[in-house]
């Protein structure tokens, strides 16, 4: 039974609700709600977990070389959007580029320079040596630089 704002009392069914339905619910309903919200937290972090796991699954079939080539793939892929994304934010020239890269770095790892993290790798100082970017397959394959618009 469930209350009314007159006072009065309603029978309802209980209903039990796939994992499914119950996330088709939750996306279709209002963020703002507490309870909603909740459950997009949920899923959020359930579909990461269970990405992750299926991931590392699928990694586990794989010899050394292999993982190796299968990761390869993904850095490649993953350096051609952040090509695509330094082109719309207006690097275009090497140098630009170098600088964009270098800052990036910086960020990520804690104000290191791309020869510092280089250094104490004990590894050549090169943007090949950190990205696999060589001068005959840079810029990646799809990427179109945009022309820098005067300010």
Do not use: C
Not at 81 to 96: C, I, K, L, M, P
Not at 106 to 131: C, F, N, P
């Amino acid at each position: 039974m469930i209350g009314t704002g007159k006072g009065a009392h309603w029978a309802i069914d209980d209903v039990m609700l796939s994992r499914y339905a119950y996330y088709l619910i939750v996306q279709s309903a209002s963020p703002s709600k507490p309870i909603v919200a909740r459950g997009h937290t949920y899923f959020d972090t359930y579909f990461v977990v269970r990405t992750r796991e299926a991931e590392l699954i699928e990694l586990e079939g794989l010899s050394a070389s292999q993982k190796r080539i299968r990761l390869r793939a993904q850095i490649a892929a993953s350096n051609t959007g952040f090509a695509e994304a330094a082109s719309g934010a207006g690097v275009v020239t090497d140098r630009d580029f170098a600088i964009f890269q270098d800052h990036g770095y910086r960020g990520l790892y804690a104000g290191e320079t791309a020869r510092d993290i280089a250094a104490r790798q004990g590894v050549k100082s090169t943007i090949r040596s950190l990205t696999g970017w060589t001068a005959s397959n840079w810029p990646p394959t799809g990427f179109v630089p945009r022309r820098r618009q005067p300010n």
